[in-house]
């Protein structure tokens, strides 16, 4: 368990470094998240390596007063091996943030997997490159993205289980609309994980949204985070 300490005494400090910094706009959010994974191996034999990623989202802001984004995810993916998968997909998202006009987004991403045992728990990295199409300009804007989670059964109720995640964004270029390159936002999450039986887990806890905004105040987000994911 001493890991686990490590991790989340880093995602602490983290979040107390973003909490110091000054003139950033604070909110109350919350996130749902059902993301399910199949092998088209169910329908075919030959195409047992090959995945199908679908995903969808819900966010609430304002103090989770209206709503404020919504993301439709999916995708092909190719498992290299049980613990190396691929993928290529299309994302849109239409946004309405509070005290702005609405507007939606249409992304094209890839991402690598990497599963693996550790410590008596498993980690994930998950690299994720997106091309990012905003109706508020013509350029593409292009994000890398950076997934670290580790996550640990409880002994005393091995269903459950400590998660932490770290996500890192960097902007690549500066397109014509509001995105910027450099550091772009960060995420930390310390919750909770339920494995229901072998296909369906739920994870619960908080995230803390750090955004830089290059015109305008920084804004970081506490939000209450729901998660469900099924693999068949």
């Known amino acids: 368990m001493n890991i686990i300490k490590k991790i989340v005494f880093l995602l602490i400090m983290l979040v107390a470094v973003e909490i110091s910094a000054d003139n ?26 090959v995945k199908l990623w679908l995903e969808a989202q819900g966010r609430f802001g304002d103090d989770i007063s209206k709503f404020s984004q919504a993301i439709l995810r999916t ?20 946004s309405e943030p509070t005290g702005s006009s609405s507007f939606d987004e249409h992304r094209l991403w890839q991402q690598m997997i990497w599963n693996h045992s550790l410590a008596g728990g498993k980690f994930m990295s998950r690299s994720r490159l997106e091309q990012r199409f905003d109706e508020r300009g013509d350029d593409v804007g292009w994000r890398y993205r950076q997934f670290l989670k580790y996550y640990h059964p409880i002994k005393a109720a091995p269903k459950l289980s400590w998660v932490v995640w770290n996500e890192v964004f960097v902007g690549l270029n500066r397109p014509d609309w509001k995105a910027d390159n450099g550091f772009d936002q960060n995420r930390a999450f310390v919750g909770l994980g339920f494995q229901m039986d072998k296909q369906v887990r739920t994870e619960f806890g908080y995230i803390n949204q750090y955004i830089r905004k290059p015109s305008a105040n920084d804004a970081m987000n506490h939000i209450i985070s729901l998660n469900v994911f099924m693999n068949f």
């Open 75 to 94: 995708a092909l993916g190719y498992s290299v091996y049980d613990n190396l998968s691929f993928w290529f997909g299309y994302a849109w998202i239409p």
């Open 24 to 49: 950033t706009n604070e909110d109350i959010q919350s996130w749902g998240n059902v993301t399910a994974i199949t092998s088209l191996g169910r329908f075919d034999p030959a195409l047992d390596k």
